[in-house]
């Protein structure tokens, strides 16, 4: 089986104020499909930029990468239809109701009114939304609004779904929520889910395995078990004993990538 994803040397720099920002600097990866990757890394250490590439919404600077069986660069637009994606920042307009959105972003991916009618029934019992279809996105907790996100990334059923950050900022309860809903796309429908997060108790529980990365470059990558043995010390360590020791940094410091002079 052909892997979900795999890159080589992926390369990101951003020109910001006549410096150079090496953003990522040469990532290489693989995730097996209906593998849930937790792509894990200090902020600013490269994980949307990573997540931007992927989902083809940035040109790498140089690199390649393959997902779900379609080559990044060369056809960009066989990996779209392939991938669903979920922004760090979400992308709902508040104005409009459930169902608008979902309906709109099925007829975006050229269902006919009948079959976006249809999805959006599909979808909203899927991603416990159903009593909430009449309701103006605003009116959303934010919890609710993160299972609107990510129905509307499913709309294609895609086979890759990539989350950045998909739980920031909900209670532990949706938090919960949000882990089984992860799994049941897994198990249900053989998803390959890439997730990044800060809550490391989060990416114990629910990634098969674990890349770290940092100031652009993958650290260190393994199950939490192996991470915990290897940089933890023991496999008793916490994932946050690892996490430090591989970054120098706690997972939630805020840090930004000082720009390199040219
Ligand atoms: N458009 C841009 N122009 C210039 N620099 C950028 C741009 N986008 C990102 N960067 C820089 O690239 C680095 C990586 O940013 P990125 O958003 O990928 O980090 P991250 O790992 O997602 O961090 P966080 O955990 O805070 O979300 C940071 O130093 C950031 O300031
Ligand atoms: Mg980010």
């Known amino acids: 089986m052909p892997a979900a994803i795999h890159t080589a040397g992926l390369t990101r720099t951003f020109r910001a104020q006549n410096r150079t920002v090496e953003a990522v600097r040469g990532i290489d990866l693989t995730v097996e499909q209906g593998e849930i990757l937790g792509f894990l890394g200090p902020n600013g250490a490269g994980k949307t930029t990573t997540l931007r590439m992927l989902t083809t919404l940035l040109a790498p600077t140089s690199g390649t990468a393959t997902v779900a069986g379609h080559d990044l660069i060369a056809d960009p637009r066989g990996v779209r239809k392939r991938i669903g994606y979920v922004a760090q920042t979400g992308g709902v307009d508040p104005a409009v109701s459930v169902r608008e959105e979902l309906t709109t972003q099925a007829r975006l991916y050229r269902l006919t009114k009948a079959q976006a009618a249809r999805r959006t029934e599909e979808l909203a019992h899927d991603l416990d939304l159903a009593g909430l279809l009449e309701r103006p996105c605003r009116a959303l907790s934010g919890g609710q609004r993160r299972r609107l996100d990510i129905a509307m990334a499913l709309t294609h059923e895609p086979s890759v779904l990539f989350l950045d950050e998909p739980t920031t900022g909900l209670d532990p309860g ?89």
């Open 174 to 262: 949706s938090r919960a929520d949000l882990w089984q809903l992860v799994r049941r796309l897994r198990e249900q429908r053989g998803m390959t889910v890439f997730l990044t997060t800060h809550y490391l108790d989060e990416a114990d529980a629910l990634a098969d395995r674990l890349v770290v990365v940092d100031e652009g470059r993958v650290a260190a990558q393994g199950t939490s078990a192996q991470l915990k043995k290897e940089y933890g010390g023991s496999v008793r360590a916490s994932l946050q004993d690892a996490f430090i020791a591989l970054t120098g940094r706690e997972a939630r410091r805020e840090t930004e990538r000082a720009p390199v002079a040219v």
